[in-house]
């Protein structure tokens, strides 16, 4: 049996600094998020990023799914690496998502 991945979910949503009224990817700080993005997909903990268009409570929600070392990693780099979560146009929650199937995983590091 193979043994469940722990996969880092992080929930991000309009934070205190976004401008009303400017939809989220418009703000300045928002290529900062952009940022974060590539680094992750270059040092190769990214698996997944994008917006969530169903959302209750408006445009500028989206997920980011990180496959880091530990969760601490993962709030690390959520809270800290990106910096349109330091400044606040962003919020962030992360939460540890295991997964115990999938019908194609990405390699383990």
């Known amino acids: ?63 980011t799914v990180l496959a880091a070392a530990s969760l601490e990693e993962g709030r690390r780099l959520a809270e800290q690496d990106d910096a349109s979560v330091r400044s606040g146009l962003l919020a962030v929650t992360v939460r540890t998502w295991t997964v115990v199937m999938a019908p194609v995983l990405p390699p383990t590091g």
């Not at 193979?2 to 205190?16: E, K």
Request: aromatic share 6%.
């Open 1 to 63: 049996m193979t043994r469940p991945r722990i996969w880092f979910v992080l929930q991000h949503r309009p934070g205190p600094a976004a401008a009303d009224g400017v939809r989220i990817m418009d703000q300045p700080l928002f290529t900062e998020h952009l940022a974060f993005l590539r680094r992750r997909a270059e040092d190769g903990t990214l698996i997944a990023a994008g917006p969530l268009e169903d959302t209750d409570t408006g445009e500028g929600e989206g997920i």
